[in-house]
């Protein structure tokens, strides 16, 4: 019977943290500095740089995934990218999404690989990979402008593998010529010996001009024009230096110790920010630091020069004196409200279960109890409790539990994992009912056994590609196990919990799920690394099979 896709019946605002949710792959300013896009690998979202709200894109996560760099359209009235549908085998389009509303405004379909490289300073090009190819496309409405075959522009030598791979991509401000960053095949990510080279290419002619073996010395992961169009600024991982380049003849102008990672320049291209361990503001002119900022994993700058910088952890910065707060990680129902927190106590805070908006009450004592919800002890051991406290379970480092009595009246018992790997657990909880005890590990795995005698019930092995158990919760009638993984895509698992059957995926988060438990009326709350709590109706599950006599 194949598995039911669900989506949730109500989503919170954004809570205390600043989280894009998920590591942004690509950051893009609107050219009036009002939004910043930034992309991941799951979906695009959109962030208003004065208040740090944020407006997802229509059918992002749940109906497409972001396959690429999204970028802003002309007078930033729109958003455009790559998007492959979930529901058509990742069929892959080029989408118009309105700024304003979010909406999905058109749609193209495009080659399975199309990717995009860049966009112009005029929001009017974009550059995509497309079977391989380079192809110009006029925005708003994608229509082809220019397309050059790979194999012409950069033939392979006799025996080289083949395809070239294209990994950046910048247009010249008159928008007259296109410069790309291309790389020769390689079995491993980067080979010193095949490094970048960076192509103009007249986009009315086709007239190429390439930059000499050996200026690039790493891949360039991403190309900035800045100072009129006079120079191309290529930016290598660290700790290889950023390139200025002469725009015209490609030519190594000035290597920039200490500034490497990637590269954005500012609208008018007068500044410009190489993003790595240290990120670091640069005058487009005179190419002499402007000014120093944290680390960052991507940054762009707004118009009026402000910094945006994202982390490694999904954070966005916008400015100074904003520091990435904690991500939020617990999550508790009690009575009308939805506790959640963090390690930090400010960081706690309540949702109304009714109107499902921030709480102005505090939470009181009986409340934070509540939310202390199980964690691993210091020592990396797991130690939960059933709900009528009457029994308790501890899991030790690797595969090995104990059910105890918690009045010490009846000897422990040794809890069986069969043959499932020997990884670490990483989350067990009891049911409501107390009945059934549930695990899950580092590699994945899950087991279930009875509550009260310890019995084994099932289990299922773990993989690497299903990525560790993060949460657990039984359902309140004690049919469904909803399991969170750290793995992409960012759905959640309900699986039957007596039988190895999957009845549905959860999708809603743009981020790992990190914890989940049910409210009074049945329905399923969980929190996300974005930092929003969605709440999940799922009667429309089909019940597993009642058991045979």
């Known amino acids: 019977m194949p598995r039911a896709f669900l989506r949730p019946v109500r989503v919170s605002g954004s809570l205390?943290?600043?989280?894009?949710?998920?590591?942004?792959?690509?950051?893009?300013?609107?050219?009036?500095?009002?939004?910043?896009?930034?992309?991941?690998?799951?979906?695009?979202r959109l962030t208003l740089a004065a208040s740090g709200e944020a407006l997802a894109l229509e059918g992002m996560p749940g109906d497409?995934?972001?396959?690429?760099?999204?970028?802003?359209?002309?007078?930033?009235?729109?958003?455009?990218?790559?998007?492959?549908?979930?529901?058509?085998?990742?069929?892959?389009?080029?989408?118009?999404?309105?700024?304003?509303?979010?909406?999905?405004?058109?749609?193209?379909?495009?080659?399975?690989?199309?990717?995009?490289?860049?966009?112009?300073?005029?929001?009017?090009?974009?550059?995509?990979?497309?079977?391989?190819?380079?192809?110009?496309?006029?925005?708003?409405?994608?229509?082809?402008?220019?397309?050059?075959?790979?194999?012409?522009?950069?033939?392979?030598?006799?025996?080289?593998?083949?395809?070239?791979?294209?990994?950046a991509a910048a247009f010249a401000p008159d928008d007259s010529a296109v410069y790309v960053a291309w790389s020769r095949p390689s079995p491993r990510s980067f080979d010193p010996a095949r490094p970048s080279m960076v192509t103009r290419i007249e986009i009315a002619s086709g007239a190429r001009t390439s930059s000499a073996p050996g200026v690039l010395s790493n891949f360039a992961g991403s190309l900035a024009v800045i100072a009129g169009g006079t120079r191309l600024v290529a930016g290598q991982p660290w700790p290889q230096p950023a390139l200025v380049l002469d725009a015209a003849g490609l030519t190594l102008h000035t290597r920039l110790d200490g500034s490497s990672g990637d590269v954005s320049a500012a609208i008018d291209g007068t500044r410009f920010v190489c993003a790595s361990a240290t990120t670091i503001e640069h005058d487009a002119v005179s190419l002499s630091r402007v000014a120093v900022h944290p680390r960052a994993f991507r940054a762009v700058l707004l118009r009026d020069g402000t910094v945006v910088r994202a982390s490694v952890s999904g954070t966005l910065d916008i400015g100074e004196g904003r520091a990435p707060r904690p991500s939020l990680s617990w999550l508790h129902a009690a009575g009308e409200r939805i506790l959640?927190?963090?390690?930090?106590?400010?960081?706690?805070?309540?949702?109304?279960?009714?109107?499902?908006?921030?709480?102005?009450?505090?939470?009181?004592?009986?409340?934070?109890?509540?939310?202390a919800v199980p964690r691993p002890r210091d020592d990396g051991h797991w130690e939960v409790s059933s709900p009528n406290g009457k029994r308790v379970a501890v899991f030790e480092r690797g595969v090995r539990g104990t059910l105890r009595d918690a009045a010490m009246r009846a000897p422990d018992v040794e809890l069986s994992f069969g043959l499932l790997d020997r990884t670490s657990t990483t989350f067990a909880a009891f049911s409501p009912d107390g009945s059934r005890l549930v695990a899950g590990g580092v590699s994945g795995w899950l087991a279930v056994w009875d509550g009260h005698t310890g019995a084994p019930v099932r289990n299922r092995p773990g993989g690497s590609w299903l990525g560790a158990v993060r949460a657990l919760a039984v359902s309140p009638d004690g049919k469904f196990l909803v399991v969170a993984r750290s793995r992409d895509p960012h759905a959640l698992e309900v699986h039957d919990v007596d039988t190895p059957r999957i009845a549905g995926e959860l999708v809603g988060h743009y981020a790992p799920a990190i914890a989940a438990t049910f409210a009074p009326s049945g329905r399923l709350l969980t929190l996300g690394e974005d930092q929003r709590i969605l709440e999940w109706d799922l009667s429309a599950l089909t019940p597993p099979p009642a058991p045979t006599p």
């Open 16 to 44: 205390p943290a600043w989280s894009h949710g998920g590591i942004p792959d690509w950051l893009d300013a609107d050219p009036s500095g009002r939004w910043i896009l930034a992309s991941s690998p799951t979906h695009a």
């Open 64 to 167: 497409f995934w972001v396959a690429g760099r999204f970028v802003f359209g002309p007078g930033g009235r729109t958003v455009h990218g790559v998007a492959a549908r979930r529901a058509a085998d990742r069929l892959r389009l080029l989408g118009t999404w309105s700024a304003e509303r979010g909406t999905l405004d058109a749609e193209i379909e495009c080659a399975s690989n199309a990717e995009l490289l860049g966009v112009s300073p005029a929001r009017t090009l974009v550059a995509l990979e497309e079977k391989r190819d380079l192809v110009v496309r006029a925005l708003p409405s994608f229509a082809p402008v220019a397309s050059f075959a790979v194999t012409e522009m950069f033939p392979l030598a006799k025996g080289e593998p083949g395809p070239r791979r294209f990994d």
């Open 340 to 371: 959640f927190g963090s390690p930090l106590p400010e960081e706690t805070g309540a949702l109304d279960l009714q109107t499902f908006s921030r709480s102005p009450a505090p939470l009181s004592e009986s409340e934070l109890a509540a939310l």
